[in-house]
């Protein structure tokens, strides 16, 4: 069973980083893909970037990229979101998300589990 523990979610000022880690317990593929995922209070999951820990492709948002990025440790089994220069507007709950394969994507529906989540709220 694929377990997803978040950390290194909190409270920042406007300009601050966080990096966020998820850690994959119980995976026993060697292809498979990790996103992160963001909800705004009443939204829907937006993705924000994914990896995949085959080959390293990886992938950003348009709205984030040049400020977060996404990396991993593979003896880990843990993926990072580093997030820089971060702003009022990326106050969200911020999931990892796990997915068989070769690949990963930004789209909340093709994953198949997820983590319990990790506040990050930036101040003015």
């Known amino acids: 069973q694929v377990q997803l523990v978040e950390s290194g979610g909190g409270s920042v000022p406007s300009g601050a980083s966080l990096r966020l880690a998820c850690e994959a317990s119980?995976?026993?593929?060697?292809?498979?893909?990790i996103g992160w995922f963001r909800q705004f209070p009443g939204k829907s999951r937006l993705g924000v970037a994914c990896?995949?820990?085959?080959?390293?492709?990886?992938f950003i948002y348009d709205s984030v990229r040049g400020r977060f990025t996404v990396s991993k440790d593979n003896a880990k089994k843990t993926v990072y979101l580093q997030m820089d220069n971060l702003r009022p507007e990326d106050t969200a709950v911020y999931y990892c998300?796990?997915?068989?394969?070769?690949?990963?994507?930004?789209?909340?529906?093709?994953?198949?589990?997820w983590g319990q989540g990790t506040q990050v709220t930036v101040s003015a």
């Open positions: 998300a796990w997915v068989i394969g070769n690949s990963c994507n930004l789209w909340a529906g093709g994953y198949t589990h």
């Open positions: 119980g995976v026993t593929w060697d292809g498979y893909g």
């Open positions: 990896i995949n820990n085959f080959d390293g492709s990886s």
